[in-house]
């Protein structure tokens, strides 16, 4: 089973800069998905970025405002996936989750952007700005 968790998460304020990991292990590195997403009380849970771990494809939604960064490096049986946040503003304060799903090494991510269609999540790792 594929086991995802996330580091990184704390308190910080307005106008800093964080780095967000996840570590994924027990998969087929050539042949998944990986996605952060950020959920807060009001707003169910959001794409951030999604990276296909195969060809290290990046995708970002067209909400994005370049602020943030996905990286991906990986060995034989993990994944080590960054979400770069800078100029961070309170409205970024939010639960960060590391997810993923197995996919084709060509199709990589896809058309794979909504949570239902993730089927590992790591545990959250929480992000609060403050001005």
């Known amino acids: 089973q594929v086991h995802l968790v996330e580091t990184g998460g704390r308190s910080v304020q307005a106008g800093d800069n964080l780095t967000l990991i996840c570590e994924a292990s027990?998969?087929?590195?050539?042949?998944?998905?990986m996605a952060w997403f950020r959920q807060t009380p009001r707003q169910s849970r959001e794409v951030v970025a999604t990276?296909?771990?195969?060809?290290?494809?990046?995708?970002?939604p067209d909400s994005a405002d370049g602020r943030f960064s996905i990286k991906g490096a990986k060995t034989q049986t993990t994944v080590l996936v960054t979400l770069q946040l800078n100029s961070l503003k309170p409205e970024d304060s939010a639960i960060y989750y590391c997810?993923?799903?197995?996919?084709?090494?060509?199709?990589?991510?896809?058309?794979?952007?909504?949570?239902?269609?993730?089927?590992?999540w790591g545990q959250g790792t929480q992000v609060t700005v403050s001005d």
């Open positions: 990276i296909a771990t195969g060809r290290l494809a990046l995708w970002y």
């Open positions: 027990a998969l087929d590195p050539k042949n998944y998905c």
């Open positions: 997810a993923g799903v197995s996919s084709s090494w060509w199709s990589g991510c896809v058309d794979i952007t909504n949570p239902e269609q993730f089927l590992d």
